[in-house]
């Protein structure tokens, strides 16, 4: 089958890193025989710059002609792209693994968790206003339909994963009692439809500790949109830092696959960022596609990246931020030619 990749290369090191990614899937194109399309299209700072808009309509359009995006990481725009994005397509999952790999600064060597955000409500709804000039107000939108789906996204995930089983739901419950209130009584709802999955809750402020103090015991980690969105970036450094953290917008007939870090506009030119975090969630965007669809081979191809990355870091092929030598696009050609060799 033939898959459209609607592929947005973002700002700063944005191209970079979408060039080495490019390099490492054409590898598993060659090996197992796919057949992706690259659409390569405007978004973020620069277009803004350019055109006078974030995400013109016509990279709208191309995204929605499309079987899946690979974005790179955009600047001071990601509001105007990412998060409209996402409310747009309603990619409700933001799904953000967290996972040790061999020679790697991992707090510990056993660290594999995953984050399941929800993506569209929260205070990132934007409806904020000033009441004078002296205060400022912003509301926080929960809703019993946005927080079943995500925790029935998290429990399914937790099966599939078929690690801990363990669902662990984060909340502030007893100070937001209305909006956390809701949250937390809909997933202890939703845990009793999946009676061999363990289930717990924290409050976020314990489970920021937790992650530091015992990150191995947690399995897949359900909260709501901010609270996932500092954890999972707080979590990313026990495991080499976010160059090291892949992350998917995932709905329920779309998808957006992307690194969570921002696009470190001071380190333009030097090659020095590290690409595994797009080159992961490449990874991830071929297990989408081998899931929708169907295709063993996307299935494959998506193993054999993570094997290749896995192979390089263990010769010790890896960027500064690694403690390595190679530049970025090295970085990419090194976990290329680990995927060529691996015996599958």
Excluded at 119 to 134: A, P, Q, R, S, V
Excluded at 246 to 267: L, M
Excluded at 269 to 296: F, Q, V
Excluded at 319 to 336: N, R, S, Y
Aim: net charge neutral.
């Amino acid at each position: 089958m033939k898959y459209k990749i609607a592929l947005i290369p973002g700002d700063g090191i944005g191209p970079e890193l979408t060039e080495t990614t490019i390099r490492v899937l054409n590898a598993v194109q060659r090996r197992f025989n796919l057949n992706l399309d690259f659409v390569e299209l405007e978004a973020g700072d620069a277009c803004f710059e350019r055109r006078g808009t974030a995400l013109p309509e016509e990279t709208i359009k191309a995204i929605r002609n499309s079987h899946v995006c690979l974005k790179g990481p955009v600047g001071e725009t990601a509001a105007d792209v990412i998060v409209r994005l996402r409310i747009m397509f309603d990619l409700y999952a933001n799904i953000r693994p967290i996972k040790s790999y061999p020679n790697a600064p991992c707090l510990r060597d056993d660290i594999d968790l995953v984050f399941v955000r929800e993506n569209t409500e929260d205070l990132y709804k934007g409806f904020e206003f000033k009441i004078g000039g002296d205060t400022a107000i912003g509301l926080r939108v929960i809703t019993r339909r946005g927080c079943e789906r995500i925790a029935r996204k998290a429990f399914e995930l937790a099966a599939k994963r078929n690690k801990k089983r363990r669902v662990t739901a984060v909340h502030k419950a007893n100070v937001m009692r209305v909006t956390c209130g809701l949250f937390a009584e809909v997933c202890r709802s939703i845990a009793k439809e999946y009676p061999n999955i363990a289930f717990d809750e924290q409050y976020v402020d314990a489970a920021s500790m937790r992650l530091i103090k015992e990150p191995q015991n947690f399995d897949v980690i359900v909260t709501t949109n901010m609270f996932g969105d500092i954890l999972s970036d707080e979590a990313a450094q026990l495991v080499g830092g976010l160059g090291m953290a892949p992350g998917g917008n995932i709905g329920d007939d779309f998808a957006i696959f992307e690194p969570i870090h921002g696009s470190a506009p001071t380190r333009v030119g030097k090659h020095t960022a590290n690409p595994c975090s797009m080159i992961l969630a490449a990874k991830m965007m071929l297990e989408w596609l081998g899931e929708k669809y169907g295709d063993r081979a996307c299935v494959l191809a998506a193993g054999a990246i993570e094997s290749g990355l896995i192979s390089a870091l263990k010769k010790g092929l890896s960027v500064p931020d690694l403690g390595g030598k190679l530049k970025t696009f090295e970085m990419g050609e090194a976990i290329a030619n680990e995927i060529m060799e691996l015996n599958l």
